[in-house]
């Protein structure tokens, strides 16, 4: 899985730069080999290209292509993305669904062929792993890549490039409206380069007439390069705000995000794509993708109480056959009876992390509770359409089942977020130095509830926030903040001394308040991904957010039924192994 671990593309740029030009591996992230095809980076899985190198010996592009499929083949021949897509996509209409194709298929293929771009030359169903365009509803972009898009887009269509469908596209400012707090962009100087980020992406809404949803305070960063202190913050995070208050059941969303299958909890098919692929869809209309398989996740049975969504996917994740890259490029497809107990904020937490399992995107067919939470949310009386599910008998790569009532709280060790372990198997616990409550993943209103559940049981207890530890809650959008306030809820975090943070994505990206300073500093994290260096220099656990309020409290990692036993033993949050033993 080389490239695994985020969607930016200036990996691939950055090779480019350096010379390379093949990159060689045992496989590769999706993402990142679908934004090396658009830069014209060859990529290959051809390990006895290795020896032919050393030898000196030439290799023709053709062999180097051969064994992908024709559209990656076309655009790594044409130079990269944007000729490709110059000459060959401004022209492409969406395809005439055919009603009486009465194949089964799965959400996603209907999806995809109710939205698939079709030349007259290519209109036949895809096949797994063949490449194609769709037309998406939505499209998005956040602050870490605008300016790249702007660049991009200069070069191969001049300044002024006309934008197909201006209407459907947002942008968004979320990443670093709190770097100003964040001692790794102030220590090392960054503080320049993110306020030009910040006006790059900022001219390039304005130039276009872009919807923008940008920062709390609009002169953060430059009050950050002054030396000032300032709160920060944004309205949300970017693919918080689509599944809040634009995706709709069976649309096709995509973003800038490695998470933007965050909104598949809604019934729609939400993927991330790089800068060259944004630039392209900007452009033309039209967004490349790979033909998925999908695979089933039968959630089945009612998980017992304190198991969360969070919890169920770190079971996933820790699965021998998902750490082996089953479920690289596919589609994770999310049943079973246990979906029917989760709320859509929940749903979304299993979507969300479809990025850490290596997929393409995660979804869950849309039902009363979606109906639920579009006229909660936003009004909508929405109407299911009929299609708008998997047909029995369609085909899935693997089903993979999980026997919900027999999970317990889960908690993933640093390193990586398939290092999964159920938390009564830790007998040594860690002390922890921060507890951090927060991101797209954790930053809802259900997120939410369970850290007033824990929190508000602390208050009526007279407990606090353990000695030595800090505690982040950051809220994932202004919505959820003002829920938060309408409920009443930040009496009690306040009380146990947590510091209450606008949103942003902000630690979750090593970019504000929740990231450790010291490789020595032990974090407690709701965030989705614990790679090495991802939120500081420290070691980062994995945990749901009941898990993180608990431990914040017991300072030590522990869960809230662990935190109640202790307190009702009397105990310190120093003799947890005491109380383990009793």
């Known amino acids: 899985r080389y490239g695994k671990g985020s969607s930016r593309e200036h990996s691939p740029i950055a090779e480019i730069a350096a010379g390379i030009r093949l990159v060689i591996a045992e496989s590769f992230e999706r993402i990142y080999r679908q934004n090396a095809d658009n830069l014209g980076l060859f990529t290959s899985t051809d390990f006895g290209l290795i020896e032919r190198i050393r030898r000196g010996e030439a290799i023709d592009v053709e062999e180097l292509v051969a064994g992908r499929d024709a559209l990656a083949a076309g655009i790594l021949g044409a130079g990269g993305l944007l000729k490709y897509g110059t000459s060959r996509l401004r022209g492409l209409k969406p395809a005439h669904f055919d009603a009486s194709d009465d194949r089964p298929k799965t959400l996603a293929e209907k999806i995809i062929e109710r939205h698939r771009l079709q030349s007259a030359a290519n209109h036949a169903p895809l096949k797994p792993g063949q490449g194609g365009f769709v037309r998406a509803d939505w499209r998005f972009i956040h602050e870490y890549f605008t300016g790249m898009v702007a660049h991009l887009l200069d070069g191969a269509f001049g300044k002024c490039a006309s934008l197909f469908d201006a209407g459907t596209i947002l942008t968004f400012e979320d990443h670093l409206s709190y770097a100003h707090r964040s001692p790794m962009h102030r220590i090392n100087r960054l503080m320049p380069n993110v306020l030009e980020l910040s006006c790059a992406h900022r001219a390039f809404a304005r130039q276009y007439g872009l919807v923008e949803h940008g920062y709390l305070d609009e002169d953060v960063l430059t009050k950050g390069v002054e030396g000032l202190e300032s709160e920060g913050g944004s309205e ?8 809040e208050r634009y995706a709709l059941p069976g649309q096709v969303v995509v973003g800038t995000d490695s998470h933007t299958p965050h909104s598949g909890a809604v019934g729609c098919l939400a993927f991330g794509v790089g800068a060259t692929d944004m630039a392209n869809a900007f452009a033309t209309g039209a967004v490349r993708f790979t033909m998925p398989e999908s695979l089933l996740i039968d959630f089945d049975g009612e998980p017992p109480p304190g198991v969360s969504a969070k919890d169920l996917v770190l079971h996933l994740l820790a699965l021998p056959a998902i750490r082996a890259g089953l479920g690289v490029g596919k589609v994770f497809e999310f049943a079973g009876s246990a979906i029917a107990h989760l709320s859509t904020d929940d749903r979304a937490t299993l979507t969300n992390m479809v990025a850490e399992l290596g997929g393409f995107t995660g ?12 006229k909660e949310r936003r009004g909508i009386e929405f109407a299911i359409e009929s299609w708008m599910k998997s047909d029995a008998g369609a085909r899935y790569a693997e089903v993979i089942r999980v026997d919900c009532a027999k999970l317990e709280t889960m908690v993933a060790r640093p390193g990586d977020p398939g290092n999964g372990v159920p938390l009564s198997s830790l007998t040594d616990r860690v002390a922890i130095d921060i507890a951090y409550g927060g991101s797209c993943t954790a930053g809802k209103r259900a997120d939410f509830d369970d850290y007033h559940v824990v929190l508000s049981w602390a208050v009526e207890r007279g407990l606090k926030v353990a000695p030595g530890v800090k505690l982040y809650l950051q809220f994932g959008t202004t919505d959820v903040r003002d829920y938060c306030i309408e409920r009443g809820y930040l009496d009690a975090f306040e009380r146990v001394g947590a510091e209450l943070l606008q949103p942003a994505c902000g630690s979750c990206s090593n970019c504000g ?23 500081g220099p420290g070691q980062v656990w994995l945990a749901s957010p009941a898990t993180v309020a608990a431990s914040a409290i017991g300072g030590m990692v522990m869960s809230y039924e662990e935190l109640m036993r202790s307190a009702s033993l009397g105990a310190t949050s120093r003799s947890f192994e005491k109380i383990q033993a009793e």
């Open 513 to 535: 308040p929740g990231a450790s300073t010291d490789s020595g500093q032990v974090t407690v994290s709701a965030i989705n991904r614990n790679f090495p260096g991802r939120s």
């Open 363 to 374: 979804i869950v067919a849309p039902d009363a509770e979606t109906v639920r939470f579009l």
């Open 236 to 243: 949300g995070i970017c693919h918080a705000m689509m599944a």
